[in-house]
């Protein structure tokens, strides 16, 4: 079936037969001709995509019918669709029994259109079938329509041959024709989409022809007999089953294009004469297997039974005890397609093993056969068992062959009532299984009086046996549901990495693996109280943004130093002012609106946020008229130029005094008319004499307050007042063009960056297949191989002459009894050993007929004899040693030059190790470069924490983002912070963790107050309120909070993951900040034992003071 994509198909309903046929009345007609009968015998025309079922009466004048348009009797309408489109496709095609030949209508070369309908049983002929049901129940129907005829109305309508569908109007008729021209389907056989119907049927039609040619016509029927009435929940299992079945079994006259026979290694196309089964199934008892006497006897009788199991399959009928008569195709014989077909596919053999072979008729099993995979496979197997059968909606319905199909291949479709009863126990026992399924599911025992069903006692044993817990169950029924639900909730498994909150300590196990129950208390003493989240948020923003800013990096405890100063100005809040200051005086001169607090936006107009500070009343009765005079004229003039660094940015209070003044108000900034009415107003001091200042003041002052300089004033504005000012400041600098312009370069070389990750993993794999391949896996030697080997070298190494102590002397060549050393008798002479060697070189030479001969003649008969052969002998023997010797040097040679190639090689092979470490080393410094590079992007557009802990408390680390390098020029760590910040969950999370868990637990309630009870365990002292900061300071704190995560859970094996990623730069950075802050001594210095000098009090200025912005100086 056609698969449509994207969207359905709705049909246009089928019209009814009352507006497709008319009644007609018509004169008795004559007995019919045989002409007429012959006419009406022809075959009907094929039908065409576009047919108008006009139908013109062209008849004779004496046989004319008339029509009555009068109301008749009309046969009814399919009960569904099915029956409908054949009743309306038996009267379009018009291939009813024409029983008024006399009296027939003629159309445009179409046979009769006029039909009288008879009363009698035609199951193939639709108003045959109609009538004689009809009858049945109105007689008088019956007698109303034995005188008429209908003809197809004299209308024109519309047909598509691909869909079965009929148009009577041309409009739908091109909208259904318009929506098959779409390329929204898909091919169902061959998987092709993008297709319009037309196309996609015709491929379907296509592949299904192919499929039948190619599938081996001897299979056919034993495999749809074995499918037929099967109960299978999947067709994929169904065809394994029959595959394993049928893949060792062969048919008479399979087709040398399927069938291939193996024959002295080679694999020859072939056709099967002749199938023999084995003796055991014979009919007769012959005493050759080979020939039989009984021409039908049974082959593969029980391979279509699926009801028996393989292996008794298999004892019963085994397929390799057959015995097959095959013709071998013999290359250029009249069998062409078979050669043509081998040809193509690979299988063909020239030379003399055809020649050999070509043509000859051998006897085979089974073993020696196979099929060819194009033809006979698991999935073309599975597509023609899915192409023809079909099976209902029902549960456990059976799988039938098509009625079309059963016919073809005489396949009985009437269902036996033994088969029929054993579907319906099945059917009953596999629903009485789903049943007691779902209720062991739910909890619900069944009680013990219940009665058990009909098809449970009948059911042949030997049942299953029933599970303890079963039996336990029907043995006590006044088990309550609640208990039976909470014993299988508590043994059921959790599957890890689970919801935190379901993860439990376990003493016996999570101590042996270095985890620990109690968290590690944190440090909750943090700088500026409950503003300490506004310092770092501040902070962060400010080293995020560094660059846009022309702000060099600095440590929050730096900046914590910084404002808890106040005795003179420090450079890094001079800075800090001036840039942000910069920033909106470069953002004003680029043409930009000038930007206002976010908390401020849209709320009131400026002349409706004016009116608020005329309620401002400032120590000592200051108003704004107080501080109107001298902040005016700074509000116009901090925006016309940028401060310089040249001259240490001097002027910048003076700006920020401006800045506050234009743009701050008391819902953005409620304290900013105290901070300028502090930078520009000091109290008056008491008078110590009369003098010309103390006399009456002016109007710009206040009683009690003189006006006085914002550079003086500054370090003495309070610390929180500080932090206030230089957030507000952030809030409107985040708004600048230039803030944006730099998070969209983020976001660009994000995209970079991970392209660049991409490239570094390549060479990374690109390396590591390279380092394998000059390190192959040496496979282990035999032990023949070895010792071959070995006698090989200790050959090599010998001097190639005979071992004189293999070779016996005669008994009348032994010397006799002296003793000798070295050669050399004890009475002075020599002895006999060179002598002796010669003889026996001589000896060992000779072949065993010259033995035999010198044995025969004594030397004192023959003694020139002697001599001759003692010379020919010693000959021998030199001649043997130099061959060896000459072999020894061109062996020693040989394993020379191969050590020095062995040697190059090896050198080869090392200097190759040593350039794809130093690859490898390189990728690995970029990769870990890129991943810094990554983070800092990633983090420059929205700030987050690194994870969440079980009880949702949030980590985080604010080191390395933005413009804040992690790493500098040096290689060693920066930080920034040097700690680990946890803050405490807010209550909504924890509720949404608590509610994550009920539903991971099957619905089982989590209790608030457990949760609660546990934190406070776990937590202890260090238990955090919501939105409350705290931090880890040393790697030992860090370490045992490590010990504290649980990977197990969700969340917290998260953040292992993260932790793992990044624990050296973590602990890096702790570490540099305790040598900084003089916490620790570094290892270097203890090492040496270097006594540190204390220096005198104001000798060097603190760190923060030596802090310069090397950015605004262009030095970074």
Request: glycine share 6%; hydrophobic share 35%.
């Amino acid at each position: 079936m056609v698969l449509l994509k994207r969207k359905p198909v709705f049909f246009t309903p089928l019209p009814s037969l009352s507006t497709v046929l008319q009644t007609v009345h018509a004169p008795p007609a004559p007995a019919p001709a045989p002409a007429a009968a012959t006419d009406a015998d022809q075959p009907a025309p094929k039908s065409k995509s576009k047919s108008k079922s006009k139908a013109k009466d062209e008849a004779a004048p004496e046989a004319e019918a008339e029509v009555d348009e009068s109301p008749a009797w009309v046969p009814p309408d399919g009960k569904d669709d099915e029956e409908q489109l054949d009743k309306l496709l038996y009267v379009f095609r018009e291939d009813l029994p024409n029983g008024t030949p006399a009296a027939a209508l003629t159309g445009r070369g179409k046979k009769a259109g006029l039909v009288k309908v008879l009363g009698q049983a035609d199951m193939n002929g639709l108003m045959g079938k109609v009538a004689n049901g009809h009858a049945h129940e109105h007689g008088e129907a019956q007698e109303a329509q034995a005188g008429t005829t209908w003809k197809v109305w004299d209308r024109e309508c519309f047909y598509i041959p691909e869909t079965g569908e009929i148009f009577t109007d041309y409009e739908s008729y091109c909208a259904r024709r318009a929506f098959y021209d779409q390329p929204l389907f898909q091919c169902e056989v061959s998987g092709k989409s993008s297709l319009d119907y037309f196309t996609a049927f015709s491929s379907e039609q296509r592949e299904v022809r192919q499929l039948h040619t190619r599938f081996p016509r001897q299979l056919k029927k034993a495999v749809l007999s074995a499918v037929q009435f099967q109960i299978e929940g999947k067709l994929e299992s169904l065809a394994d089953k029959i595959f394993e079945r049928f893949v060792n079994r062969f048919f008479d006259e399979e087709s040398e294009s399927t069938v291939f026979v193996e024959v002295e290694g080679d694999k020859y196309l072939a056709r099967i004469v002749k199938t023999f089964p084995p003796r055991s199934l014979a009919a007769s008892t012959s005493a050759s297997p080979l020939k039989p006497t009984v021409a039908n006897q049974p082959i593969h009788p029980f391979a279509s039974d699926l009801s028996l199991d393989l292996e008794e399959v298999i004892e019963k009928d085994d397929p390799m005890r057959y015995f097959y008569n095959v013709r071998l195709i013999e290359e250029g014989a009249q069998e062409g397609v078979a050669a043509d077909y081998a040809s193509a596919n690979g299988h063909s053999h020239d030379g003399e093993g055809d020649e050999k072979w070509g043509g000859s008729v051998m006897e085979v099993q089974a073993d020696k056969i196979s099929r060819d995979r194009i033809n006979f496979s698991r999935a073309m197997l599975k597509r023609f068992i899915r192409d023809c059968v079909h099976r209902d909606a029902a549960v456990y319905s059976p799988w039938l062959v098509k009625p079309s199909v059963a016919a073809r291949y005489g396949i009985p479709t009437e269902m036996p009532d033994e088969i029929r009863e054993g579907i319906q126990q099945y059917r009953e026992r596999q629903m009485d299984k789903r049943k007691r399924e779902r209720e062991e599911r739910l909890g619900i025992v069944p009680g013990a009086a219940e009665a058990p069903s009909v098809h449970e006692e009948e059911e042949e044993k030997p049942k299953k046996r029933r599970t303890k817990k079963a039996a336990a169950a029907a043995a006590e029924p006044e088990v309550k549901v609640e208990e039976v639900v909470e014993e299988k909730k508590k043994k059921k498994p959790l599957k890890y990495p689970a919801e935190d909150l379901l993860v439990e300590w376990n003493p016996e196990r999570d101590p042996g693996a270095g985890r620990t129950e109690l968290r590690p208390p944190p440090n909750r003493t943090q700088p500026f109280a409950d503003q300490f989240e506004t310092l770092l948020m501040t902070w962060s923003f400010l080293n995020v943004m560094g660059k846009p800013l022309h702000l060099s990096p600095f440590t929050l405890d730096d900046l914590e130093h910084s404002l808890y100063h106040n005795d003179s100005p420090t450079p890094l809040l001079a800075e800090i002012h001036s840039c942000l200051l910069n920033a909106l005086v470069a953002d004003l001169a680029a043409g930009h609106e000038p930007v206002r607090a976010l908390r401020n936006a849209g709320k009131v107009a400026d002349s409706e946020a004016d009116n608020d500070t005329d309620y401002w009343e400032g120590k000592k009765g200051a108003t704004t008229e107080t501080l109107a005079p001298v902040a005016t004229g700074l509000a116009e003039s901090w925006k016309v130029k940028e401060i310089s660094p040249r001259d240490g940015r001097r002027g910048w209070e003076a700006a920020l005094v401006g800045c506050l003044w234009e743009r701050a108000t008391l819902d953005t900034l409620p304290n900013y008319l105290d901070n300028i009415l502090h930078l520009t107003f000091e109290d008056k001091p008491a008078p110590t004499r009369p003098t010309w200042s103390t006399g009456p003041s002016t109007a710009s002052s206040v009683a009690g307050l003189i006006p006085t300089k914002p550079e003086k004033r500054y370090p003495s504005l309070h610390h929180l007042h500080k932090l206030e000012i230089i957030s507000f400041l952030t809030e409107l600098v985040a708004q600048t063009a230039a803030i944006r312009d730099f998070m969209d370069e983020s976001t660009a070389a994000l995209t970079e960056v991970r392209k660049d990750q991409v490239e570094a993993k390549r060479d990374y794999r690109r390396i590591q297949s390279e380092r394998d391949a000059l390190e192959p896996k040496e496979q282990p030697k035999e032990n023949g191989e070895e010792h071959a080997e070995g006698e090989a070298e200790a050959e090599a190494e010998g001097d190639g002459d005979v071992s004189m102590s293999e070779v016996k002397e005669p008994a009348s060549r032994q010397p006799s009894p002296s003793l000798s050393v070295n050669g050399i008798g004890i009475n002075g002479t020599h002895s006999v050993t060179e002598h002796d060697e010669l003889d026996d070189s001589a000896a060992g030479f000779a072949s065993d007929d010259d033995a035999d001969s010198l044995s025969s003649i004594s030397h004192e008969e023959n003694p020139a004899y002697a001599g001759a052969s003692r010379r020919k002998a010693m000959a021998a023997a030199a001649a043997e040693r130099e061959a060896a010797e000459v072999a020894r040097k061109e062996a020693l040679a040989r394993e020379r030059e191969l050590a020095k190639e062995k040697k190059a090689e090896g050198k080869h092979i090392a200097a190759e190790k040593k350039r794809l470490s130093d690859e490898e080393d390189a990728v690995r410094h970029r990769m870990r470069l890129l991943e810094h590079e990554f983070r800092s992007n990633l983090y420059t557009l929205r700030a987050r924490p690194l994870g969440s802990d079980r009880y949702c408390n949030k980590v985080w680390w604010m080191d390395g983002l933005g413009s804040a390098p992690l790493v500098g020029s040096d290689g060693k760590v920066c930080y920034g912070t040097g700690r680990l910040y946890l803050q405490g969950a807010e209550d909504l999370d924890l509720e949404f963790a608590r509610l994550a868990a009920v539903a991971a637990n099957d619905g089982e309630e989590v209790p608030s107050e457990a949760v609660n009870e546990r934190r406070d365990k776990e937590e202890r002292e260090g238990k955090l309120a919501p939105g409350e900061w705290a931090s880890y300071d040393t790697p030992e704190q860090l370490r045992a909070f490590l010990s504290y995560l649980n990977p197990k859970g969700l969340r917290e094996s998260q953040l292992l993951k993260t932790f793992k990623a990044w624990l050296p730069e973590l602990e890096g950075g702790m570490k540099r900040r305790r040598i900084a802050m003089g916490l620790e001594v570094p290892l270097e210095e203890e090492g040496r034992r270097v006594r540190m000098s204390r220096k005198a009090a104001g000798d060097e200025p603190e760190g923060y003071m030596n802090w310069k912005n090397k950015r605004a100086s262009g030095r970074e």
